[in-house]
DNA sequence: CGGCCCGTTGAAGCTAATCAATGGCCGTGG
DNA sequence: CCACGGCCATTGATTAGCTTCAACGGGCCG
């Protein structure tokens, strides 16, 4: 169950460098009220109405699809400063849920295509925020249709430091099922895959949720 | 080398029922002269810039990205109707080339965007397609990430059948090697795919490029 | 008729999945 | 404070599925 906070606190939580460079580049700073959402707790599930739009204040979100016999696709890994849950469609395609305590900001979809009616840079906030979830998508199957277990996890590696603003060191905070299942591959595989890579020098594993790029330019190098 | 027609032909050619319906609905209907592609024919490039957006008047195109070792994933195939090279940027992230002979029309980029400064409907529409266009790139990653070879052969038909108009048969305009890439497969591990269905009923194969759905809905089983 | 391209089939190999067990960390309760 | 239990990650052994390497065949075009 969700904690609606009683009085929509306004303590606004700074975000990195790069998340207000994209903000201010082309992307959307929502204003709404204020939720957080527990450990492993649903914000949308599959199939609902897809009435609202979202941002992370703080914490961190899984996208994902299931098949009926369980197997699951993370879809999208989103962080402090990203919006997700703007569908195309009335119904939501994906479930989303907190990786850990998260706080998202929340605002009407409907609120955000009706000043898009009469405001053209909203128009196209919303569509270039659709496009770079395109862009990142295309680059995920490339990842899935083409790379071997290594070349996943290190380009996985790559993009969580690039995205949290880190060159040479990463916070991990998903679980190796969340990784598993972003990557096409088993928790076991990603496991193997984590030693493999500390074994060649190409990163240090000080704990199962902090991994720093020893190597980074080889690491980049398996990703092109 | 394109050839591009001296005096525009305006020969209409006829959409099928499917594609005419999502033009009607949120699709485009570009205006714009025609050329002719070769097969095999390259109509962009990676890092060129996209100038243009393309609509397929008659053939078939991919979409696709290579690796520098020259593995190729095909992010898309394009029929009769579907728009393509809608980038976001303003370089190519894919290279297009035709799949066969093949007539498309193409428009300016910038007459787009700048119509949809002061069209909310164009604005909506341009929005819609990127979007429809994630809904798919998003089941692609569903079908690399999480499927097995014959899902994904069988979710392939189903898709291609059901983008012709089809029910229960397909023509196949593209090589085993195009579907392998597609797919995240091999070629050779397409081919007894396909011959795996045939054995056990679900498909008929009178000749390489035309596919009988026999029973369809153990194939549409397949892919939920 | 001959050669080439594409698709199919066969055999062997390899990568990642599966099955199974162990270890470490953390929270809870004695 | 320490013991226990549960969860998560790691590691090992084996298997399965797909790839790789190789050969063959059929259709099409010169």
């Given at each position: 169950?969700?904690?609606?906070?009683?009085?929509?606190?306004?303590?606004?939580?700074?975000?990195?460098?790069?998340?207000?460079?994209?903000s201010a580049r082309d992307g959307l700073e929502l204003?709404?009220?204020?939720?957080?959402?527990?450990?492993?707790?649903?914000?949308?599930?599959?199939?609902?109405?897809?009435?609202?739009?979202?941002?992370?204040?703080?914490?961190?979100?899984?996208?994902?699809?299931?098949?009926?016999?369980?197997?699951?696709?993370?879809?999208?890994?989103?962080?402090?400063?990203?919006?997700?849950?703007?569908?195309?469609?009335?119904?939501?395609?994906?479930?989303?849920?907190?990786?850990?305590?998260?706080?998202?900001?929340?605002?009407?979809?409907?609120?955000?295509?009706?000043?898009?009616?009469?405001?053209?840079?909203?128009?196209?906030?919303?569509?270039k925020l659709t496009a770079r979830d395109l862009n990142?998508?295309?680059?995920?199957?490339?990842?899935?249709?083409?790379?071997?277990?290594?070349?996943?996890?290190?380009?996985?590696?790559?993009?969580?430091?690039?995205?949290?603003?880190?060159?040479?060191?990463?916070?991990?905070?998903?679980?190796?099922?969340?990784?598993?299942?972003?990557?096409?591959?088993?928790?076991?595989?990603?496991?193997?895959?984590?030693?493999?890579?500390?074994?060649?020098?190409?990163?240090?594993?000080?704990?199962?949720?902090?991994?720093?790029?020893?190597?980074?330019?080889?690491?980049?190098?398996?990703?092109?």
């Amino acid at each position: 169950m969700s904690v609606q906070f009683a009085t929509p606190s306004r303590t606004q939580v700074p975000l990195n460098g790069l998340d207000r460079d994209q903000s201010a580049r082309d992307g959307l700073e929502l204003e709404g009220p204020r939720t957080a959402y527990a450990r492993d707790e649903e914000i949308f599930g599959e199939g609902e109405p897809a009435d609202f739009v979202y941002q992370v204040v703080s914490g961190a979100v899984r996208t994902y699809r299931l098949l009926s016999d369980g197997r699951r696709q993370i879809e999208e890994f989103h962080f402090a400063g990203d919006c997700f849950g703007l569908e195309a469609g009335i119904e939501r395609r994906t479930t989303a849920e907190a990786l850990t305590e998260t706080v998202v900001k929340a605002v009407r979809r409907s609120s955000l295509t009706e000043k898009a009616q009469d405001d053209a840079d909203m128009a196209r906030r919303l569509w270039k925020l659709t496009a770079r979830d395109l862009n990142r998508t295309q680059d995920h199957v490339l990842m899935l249709g083409r790379r071997s277990a290594t070349e996943r996890v290190a380009g996985f590696l790559i993009d969580l430091a690039r995205r949290s603003g880190a060159t040479h060191e990463v916070d991990i905070p998903m679980s190796r099922q969340d990784i598993a299942d972003y990557l096409g591959l088993t928790i076991e595989t990603v496991s193997r895959t984590f030693t493999q890579l500390q074994g060649s020098g190409y990163v240090a594993i000080p704990s199962c949720r902090h991994i720093q790029l020893s190597d980074r330019q080889s690491l980049l190098d398996m990703c092109e």
